[in-house]
């Protein structure tokens, strides 16, 4: 592993068994996380994004343990953190934090804001009295909230308030890595850019990683250095920010990027519109998945599954097609 990659994911997979009826023994397998690889090097923030349902969220839930992956290995600063155990792992977590989606159903409503900033640091036993006190309320100057509401209760903030106390939470351990998960979807778009530009600078001050995971394509080539997307539990393309923006191989990275609105109300984009439904994860499309709603099928599509391979320039394609063939 190189040094300066800091987490490495391979092959991870995360499979959810389903009993075909209450009488039957026999189970079939939704594959919500089928068998990804990707690296985030120190100091970047790698964005993933994808459809509702694609396996964004659950990849991001096994990379952290709260859910146990069906198979992979999750490197996390050299150490394979899915053979610890929860000793080893209560440790790592010091450095590997999360921000959730809702940043009202991840806060206690019961515990006043200095409470559920300062928990980590008691939990991990970092700081008490004084010390814990001082703390708290540095975490929360850093993140934009005044001394006065470490003693009000989540109920009492803003949507973009709560995320900050989320983000001074996790901020809390110093931690290495932050995964956010959909962190500004649930935000009106004039806090979205507040909290935004406040990840940004929270990522220079500390040297923080971010894995950033959303569906909105216009926030991730904000705020990301590389992009993956995915598709039905697989990646389908990755590459630098600018050049998957600037020159999508996917054709389902194509039919993405054609649904954001541009800011020039005069401008006019080619629209590429998808057929029919996202297949189900319990049972996918033999051979590459996106198949069955890509205008470009060829029989090897529906018969092999593409790798995603390099295409130059760090930049992967999972496409039988690929080095410019696929055309908008």
């Known amino acids: 592993m190189d040094a300066s990659t800091l987490l490495q994911v391979r092959d991870l997979k995360k499979y959810y068994p389903i009993k075909q009826s209450p009488f039957s023994r026999t189970k079939t397998f939704a594959k919500a996380v089928d068998g990804i690889s990707f690296d985030i090097l120190r100091g970047e923030t790698f964005g993933l994004v994808g459809e509702s349902g694609c396996g964004k969220s659950t990849a991001a839930r096994s990379i952290l343990r709260l859910e146990k992956a069906t198979a992979g290995s999750v490197i996390f600063d ?11 792992m209560r440790q790592v977590r010091r450095e590997l934090q999360v921000v959730f989606q809702d940043p009202y159903s991840s806060l206690n409503p019961r515990m006043a804001v200095k409470d559920i900033v300062a928990e980590p640091l008691i939990v991990h036993k970092e700081a008490r009295g004084k010390e814990l006190e001082g703390k708290v309320a540095k975490l929360l100057d850093v993140v934009g909230l005044s001394p006065s509401s470490s003693e009000r209760y989540p109920h009492e903030f803003s949507g973009g308030q709560r995320q900050r106390i989320g983000l001074a939470r996790a901020l809390a351990l110093q931690p290495k890595l932050i995964i956010l998960d959909e962190p500004v979807s649930a935000l ?6 507040q909290i935004i530009n406040l990840l940004e600078d929270l990522q220079q001050q500390f040297r923080l990683t971010y894995l950033f995971i959303a569906h909105d394509l216009s926030v991730v080539n904000h705020i990301s250095n590389r992009v993956a997307v995915m598709y039905l539990g697989k990646l389908a393309e990755m590459a630098i920010g600018e050049e998957l923006f600037k020159d999508p191989q996917h054709p389902y990275t194509q039919a993405l990027l054609s649904s954001v609105p541009l800011p020039d109300p005069a401008a006019k984009r080619k629209k590429v519109i998808l057929q029919g439904n996202v297949p189900s994860p319990v049972n996918p499309p033999w051979g590459c998945r996106f198949h069955t709603r890509c205008p470009y099928k060829m029989d090897i599509c529906t018969q092999k599954e593409p790798p995603l391979n390099d295409i130059g320039g760090s930049h992967f394609v999972a496409c039988h097609l690929t080095g410019g063939q696929v055309k908008q």
């Open 188 to 193: 009106d778009v004039s806090i979205q850019s």
């Open 78 to 88: 050299g150490i394979d953190i899915m053979k610890l155990d929860k000793a080893e």
